[in-house]
């Protein structure tokens, strides 16, 4: 009897579970992400070292690492995933695209460095339009290599800033914003006497807190284009929790640069100060970008559209965003947003009151 192709003991679901089982090093995070279960995922890997013949993962200290003849097979599976994809995914055809009735996934990968009403807004306006489609939402972080899970497929749209974009990726710029500090009110830049001796020598030299750079190759914006011009700041503080760096900032003289934007959204609330920047960066500059697969994907059109929509009604909203007055101490109020609140009113209260005991304490 001819024995049977190895072929006919394969289906794609297998190429994809050994694709994410390599890629994740977890049988169970696998699991979580194929939308099954840990025994499952248990048995399609033992199933799938039957057919290669190799372990494919191995103990290593407290986790799992791949062999090398799986970190072979990663590209090859991926390969397989993005042409099945190409042929029965209606993500890839052309013609109209109705997202009414579109029930499709669409998953962006970003960082939380931007205003914190842009992926919310993201959210809401997506699903408005498109209500079967499903969002993921993923971070981005120096573990995470966005260029190779836009090539995969596993993210259709990475967001984000940097100084000098990939070229080899398709890219549309977002918003710029300008570059300011936000600091505690009894921090010495945001008094009358501070502001006027808040120069560049006094900002290197003032601690400061800083996100994780989210790709590993190159420090964050502001650090990278501090050492072009020769000059380093004190960073004491790195946090991946971006959106907690103000709460921060409320309890210390730590010092976040970041866009003003973002900043307008918490000096309110928090009680903090938005003062100028001593050193002249360049606008922070905000990016969507996408590979050349998903390009003429109608679908994938349709989103980075929406992205856009948002992004500039956030730049611009109608009730007119302009930079505001400065006080006569140098620092400056923030922008009053006229929409939602942010948080909890009686959560934001207890943290001015913890913010003030702070200042008291120091």
Known sequence: MAQRPIIANIDLHLVKVLYTVISERSVSRAAMRLQSTQPMVSAQLKRLRELTGDPLLVRSGQG??????ALAMLEPAARLLREAETLFSPRQRSGPFD????????RIAASDYLDPLFLPRIVELLKREAPLAQVELHPLS????YRRKLAA???????????????????SRLMSDEIVCLVAPDH???????????????????????PMAFHSAAPGV??????????ERKVVV??????????????SWLVLTTGRLFCSRYADALGLRIVR????????????????????APPLRWLRERVRDVARDLSHPRSGFAAPPRGGDGSEPAEPDPRRPLGNGSAMEAVRQGSRRGAERR
């Open 153 to 171: 497929g596993d993210v259709d749209l990475v967001i984000g800033n940097w100084l000098q974009p990939p070229e080899e990726l398709h890219l």
């Open 238 to 251: 790195r946090s991946a929790h971006f959106s907690l760096i103000p709460l921060m900032v409320a309890r």
């Open 188 to 210: 010495p830049a945001a008094t009358a006497r501070g502001a006027r001796n808040w120069t560049v020598e006094r900002y290197l030299q003032s601690e400061h807190v800083a």
């Open 277 to 296: 920047c001593p050193v002249p960066f360049p606008p922070l500059s905000y990016y969507q970008l996408w590979h050349e697969r998903s390009h003429a």
């Open 99 to 106: 997202p009414a009735s579109a029930d499709i996934v669409l």
């Open 222 to 231: 502001i650090d990278q284009y501090l050492a072009a011009q020769g000059l």
């Open 64 to 69: 799992l690492a791949p062999t090398d003849a």
């Open 142 to 145: 120096a573990e995470i290599d």
